[in-house]
């Protein structure tokens, strides 16, 4: 063959397969070629998810050829079925949050209850998403269509090649830096591994809790209590007047009540719903995962010490979609589902009435509130939409994001942290009047970002600043408990982190069981402060990391 025919058969190859190589190209492409815009990832992170994804693209053509049309267009369509929506949140997440979504991220989505994902999903939506998302499956569709037969390799006469083709596309599945680098394996082995340790936890606490665990009280167990945990959602303490917020947010809840401590150094230790509560509720430790499932929970606890357990979430759980949220908090004797009636958080307040109602010597309530999370409008009723930045004129900043929306999210936000006041200060009002030995406990399972220093709205670990773990902590204590738990100390300025709170917490009810440790009660005398982690960063990581962003804003 001279130089022109194979320079022309080329040619001729190219523009039969062409539509093939684009489409591969569009499913496989633009995530890695993306990912230079994210702040959260290494250069070199970012090339080997090009250089992998491109290994991949070329492999899947090369294999491709040794089959025919009909085949090629099913294996596209299959490709196209599994990355559109790992492709998809990708994407969004790259465009709007300059973030590369971590694994730790994507086992949140799987975690995510559907109705909270509806709600969230309902509020971004608008006609130019929508005609967006569509266009985005319907190019590729249409290039599947435009496939036509072309010549195919036998595998017979070519068995090397495919062999070797075989090979480097097992590699994908197999060699762990080469699915990590390629967004939807990832994203799909993600799912697979959180499915794994879902079933095997599921299995070891049920294994467990039909094992001896003894649960002894500190305390001779003549005077009944009722402890209230409640457990608030995206508030940062820098949105409450309680500590020092320009805006009058905590018009209920405030300083100088003896009976009421207000803890000023608090940090979660995450900043995702579940990742929280599966170190708020358990003794799971960073170097100890096991300990979800091989150490009591907080509800198996107090069900071994003889409590009566009541559960009252305004946060859809249960039904279908399992997850650890569920394998916790399910263990309540009593559990109470108020999020169906889709209110605001007062819904609970009746749900807390009937429990302390009951007879019962001694109560554990834990309350999840929906609190603060986003769409903040849908946080409060009508009469808690007070603060106005077009009336107060209280957000000074002029930086180029604090757009009208932006200010009116901030406005939305500070209602919601307004009505959060009103929520928890009924709970306490409540239990007060309930006339039991009692205590509550309230914080926020994370903190919440709202366009303090850049183009932000939200949670994410991803872009991890210090507005998402400063939380607030309360603890309140009728006088009858204080006289009661005077061995106990109250010292707001103490350094705590609420992965240690299963520790503080039983502590306060007075529960002695194997391996509590002291140092990890936030009201033990012999408390001793430790380094305190979100995720993988310390609190004073973050709190750098903070500053540099302030510094740069
Ligand atoms: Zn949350």
Redesign the pocket.
Known sequence: MNKQAFKDKLIEGFKQKRFLLFCLAYLLLPVPLLTPIAHNIGFSDCLWAIFFSVLLLLSLFVFLQFFRIKTVKLCCTVLLIFTVVPSAIFIAYLLFAQAFLLSDSITSIFETNPEESKEFIAYYMNPFITAGIIAYISIPVFMILKMRASHVISIGRHKLAFTLVITVLLLFVTFRPAAHSVYFINFYKTYIQYKKRHYNEKKEIASRLKQPFAVTKLQPDTVGQTLVVVIG??LTRRHMSLYGYGRKTNVLLHRGDSSLAVYDDVVSPQV??IP?IRKVMTFLERSHADYFSSRPSLFELFNRAGYETYFISNQPYGGRYETSYDLLLTQAKHQHDPSLHKKPDGVVLPYLQEALAEKKKNKLIVIHLMGN?MAYVFRYPKQYDVFHNDSDGFIRSKAKYMTPEARKTIDRYDNSVLYNDFVVSSIIRQVKASKASSAVVYFS??GEEVYEMRDFAG?AYEKVSSYMCEIPFLVWRSPSFGRYRTDLTFDPARRFSTADFLYSFTDLAGLRYQNFDATRSLLNQSFKPRERYFGEYTYKDVKDMTANMEGSK
Do not use: N
């Open positions: 959602e995206s995702h719903t929280v999370h399972d994370h949670h």
